[in-house]
């Protein structure tokens, strides 16, 4: 519920985002009703009480993100029940009662509130279309697809596919993907039009906020594979490359440190968070480049020994070369498992995944997270980690939780890990249906992994898929998805070439600096200003945001400038 109950004479309350308007309408009584409900998102919730109203007649805002439950109470008990009902946006509803069940009729139809995806998603397919049609007229007339500016050809030597000095092709399937992750972060955390599945989940279950930031840890992996076997080829020394790697990983810390603290009730440092987006990347890149860097093999010494091996050992090459990685990753996601299943917190009982709160009947009200949460509260104290956890709302939590906490840090090196795998794959299997089966093998795999760990439901199954917590179940999916996206990406952009990545591939070539730009940067103009309180004027104003700084990204890839550290 959205608002408290009025009087019938009121004037109606003004419509919030995803409301509605609901007028109770039932016999007078000697005493008064009572109202109780709750959303059908809120797992093993009791309903609650909303409000009591003498004569029989009130009326209120509901939520329509998700069915409500709504029950009628007297002085006798349970006057009348309704079904889960999905309330439409800024429609008008009346409830009524009789045999014991609650009525609900529609008064006034909702508004669709949806239209503004559509009309966006139509002015996006007029754009690319006028793109592709300019871009074919200015190479037509130019002559030569070099000369254009939204086309970046690379030069390649002449030779056979056996020359060893062949300069390896860049796949712009890999920025394309770090962009299209890039732009959806900004768009969501400026606002994402304030639809419910452009933010983060109240708890389990996947949204589209919720992918974003695991695919960049994802498609991360990849590129350290990458790059790691050019330096492994170039046969560049370990111990300066450690040094970079603990360079990078520092400032990736600290510059994580400083965004996320740049609100005037964050300049103190007894309240400065110490977690967040970063800090895990630089955890992450730490662990998983110091194992890779010591355990090094080129692409061709493996493709050396897959040829001279028996047919077993020649399909398992990519994992035979780095099996101590694949125990090593093993070790730490079986970590996360112990410590979640067997240590409790104070009040908590082992295995505890919920939200605390209204969840389990109110029993474990300040368990959010369970053993995760009680761990960065006892290593950062409560000033110091995130105090606006997503289950705040639904679950009416008071614990903070920092869904950046470091227990989650074992289980986002596997998912870097799974990237990298990725990322060995296109390294060694050199033609592109053997990357292809190798890919959809994994991307099928983790997806039945992921299934089976969460029961293929929401909130069943023994790990529920969870950002929060980031449960095994949750790397898994994401790196079986972003498997999927490798695929359609490599195919349309690497291979067929009917696609370059634009506008994507230029938010991909400097995700760092955008990043940062749009945290800094984000609420002052002409990025973002204040807007009406309906879905269709924030939606606009939010893909403005993304665009504005795919602009910037676009601008500096034409002066060739690209930020890293």
């Known amino acids: ?18 409301s509605a308007l609901l007028n109770i309408n039932l016999p007078p009584a000697s005493g008064n009703y009572s109202l109780w409900a709750q959303s059908s998102e809120c797992y093993k919730c009791q309903l609650m009480s909303i409000c009591d109203f ?6 209120l805002l509901v939520n329509t993100t998700f069915e409500t439950s709504i029950e009628i109470r007297n002085s006798n008990g349970t006057f009348c029940f309704a079904s889960p ?13 009789a045999g014991g069940s609650c009525l609900i009729s529609e008064i006034k139809a909702p508004v669709n509130s949806f239209l503004p995806i559509y009309w966006a998603c139509l002015f996006f397919l007029l754009l690319a279309v006028v793109y592709r049609i300019g871009l074919f007229g200015f190479n037509r007339y130019r002559k030569s697809a070099k000369n254009t500016i939204h086309i970046e050809k690379q030069s390649q030597a002449d030779g056979s596919d056996a020359a060893p000095k062949k300069k390896r092709k860049r796949l712009r399937s890999l920025d394309t993907f770090r962009g299209m992750c890039m732009w959806i972060v900004v768009f969501v955390n400026y606002g994402g039009g304030s639809y419910w599945f452009f933010d983060h989940s109240d708890w389990n279950g996947l949204t589209l906020a919720d992918l974003v930031f695991p695919w960049f840890m994802f498609i991360m992996g990849t590129s350290m594979a990458l790059s790691f076997d050019s330096l492994a080829r170039n046969k560049v020394p370990v111990k300066p490359m450690l040094v970079k790697i603990f360079r990078r990983s520092i ?74 990685n694949y125990v090593v990753i093993a070790v730490l996601t079986l970590v996360w498992c112990l410590i979640f299943f067997l240590v409790p917190a104070p009040g908590c009982p082992a295995g505890y995944l919920g939200p605390g709160g209204l969840s389990e009947g109110g029993n474990y009200w300040n368990c959010t997270g369970g053993i995760t949460g009680y761990i960065d509260l006892k290593v950062f104290g409560r000033a110091h980690i995130y105090g606006f956890p997503t289950s705040e709302v639904l679950y009416n939590t008071s614990m903070p939780f920092d869904p950046e906490g470091l227990l989650g840090c074992l289980t986002s090196i596997l998912t870097v890990f799974l990237g990298f795998q990725a990322g060995q794959i296109l390294l060694i299997y050199q033609k592109p249906k053997d990357r292809l089966i190798r890919l959809l093998f994994w991307a099928v795999l983790y997806g039945l992994i992921s299934g089976a760990l969460c029961g293929f439901s929401q909130n069943e199954g023994v790990l529920p898929v969870n950002k929060n917590l980031w449960t095994p179940s949750f790397a898994t999916v994401l790196a079986s998805l972003g498997y999927f996206i490798i695929i359609i990406f490599y195919i349309i952009i690497d291979e067929l070439e009917l696609w370059q990545g634009e506008p994507f591939y230029f938010v991909g070539m400097n995700s760092l600096i955008i990043y940062l730009g749009h945290g800094i940067f984000g609420q002052y103009l002409p990025v973002q200003w204040t807007v009406g309180d309906d879905h269709a004027s924030k939606l606009y104003m939010h893909i403005w945001g993304a665009c504005f700084w795919t602009i910037v990204a676009y601008l500096m890839h034409l002066q060739k400038y690209y930020f890293s550290i």
């Not at 003498?54 to 009326?59: H, L, R």
């Not at 009902?85 to 009662?97: D, T, V, W």
């Open 1 to 18: 519920m959205l608002s408290s109950c009025t009087l019938p004479s009121s004037p109606d309350p003004e419509f919030a985002i995803d």
């Open 251 to 324: 400032i990736l810390f600290l510059l994580g440190v400083f965004i996320k603290n740049n609100g005037l009730n964050k300049k103190w440092w007894g309240t400065v968070r110490v977690m967040g987006v970063l800090q895990r990347f630089a955890i992450a890149y730490l662990f998983l480049a110091v194992m890779s860097l010591l355990t090094l093999k080129t692409a061709d010494k493996i493709r050396q020994r897959r040829d001279n091996a028996t047919f077993i050992k020649a399909a398992l090459a990519d994992i035979l070369a780095y099996w101590i």
């Open 54 to 59: 003498a004569n029989g007649a009130t009326k």
């Open 85 to 97: 009902i999905h309330f439409g946006e800024k429609g008008q509803y009346n409830l009524s009662a």
